[in-house]
């Protein structure tokens, strides 16, 4: 599901449509930015992207209950685990499909923009869109 509410969606997504559009402005009128937009948009959505990725990595785990009460939720985790893992032999492989073509498109995206006239393509907000889309 798309959360195009999320602070770094509301933040983000704007500037990457609005880096997009002055490149595009600026081919179209025989301009060239010597690579000042790349480096903005490199800064800010590749700052807010590792920002993203190191947050939802490191997860919110917390040191708190008694020693029975982890059991207890451990427990409740091992059986919900089990009780759903055949649902999600399916759903893993499409996962993992979209996750590994999600890597190569970030990669295709920022050194796309890189390359001369190719990066009048609306890459960043490309890129910006599939992180908002696969974010947990």
Same mark, same amino acid.
């Given at each position: 599901?798309?959360?195009? $509410?999320?602070?770094?969606? @509301?933040?983000? *997504?704007? %500037?990457?449509?609005? #880096?997009? !559009?002055?490149? +595009?402005? $600026?081919?179209?009128?025989? @301009?060239?930015? *010597?690579? %000042?937009?790349?480096? #903005?948009? !490199?800064?800010? +959505?590749?700052?807010?992207?590792?920002?993203?990725?190191?947050?939802?990595?490191?997860?919110?785990?917390?040191?708190?209950?008694?020693?029975?009460?982890?059991?207890?939720?451990?427990?409740?985790?091992?059986?919900?685990?089990?009780?759903?893992?055949?649902?999600?032999?399916?759903?893993?492989?499409?996962?993992?499909?979209?996750?590994?073509?999600?890597?190569?498109?970030?990669?295709?995206?920022?050194?796309?923009?890189?390359?001369?006239?190719?990066?009048?393509?609306?890459?960043?907000?490309?890129?910006?869109?599939?992180?908002?889309?696969?974010?947990?």
């Amino acid at each position: 599901m798309i959360n195009f $509410l999320s602070p770094g969606a @509301l933040v983000i *997504f704007p %500037l990457a449509v609005l #880096i997009d !559009i002055i490149g +595009i402005i $600026l081919i179209f009128c025989g @301009l060239d930015d *010597f690579g %000042l937009t790349d480096i #903005i948009a !490199i800064t800010f +959505i590749g700052g807010w992207s590792a920002f993203k990725s190191m947050a939802e990595g490191s997860g919110s785990q917390q040191q708190t209950g008694t020693p029975d009460i982890k059991r207890k939720r451990e427990a409740q985790k091992e059986i919900k685990k089990t009780m759903s893992q055949t649902a999600k032999t399916a759903k893993t492989a499409k996962g993992a499909k979209v996750a590994k073509g999600a890597k190569w498109l970030r990669w295709f995206t920022v050194i796309g923009e890189l390359i001369p006239y190719f990066g009048v393509l609306p890459l960043w907000s490309i890129y910006v869109f599939f992180e908002i889309k696969n974010s947990k």
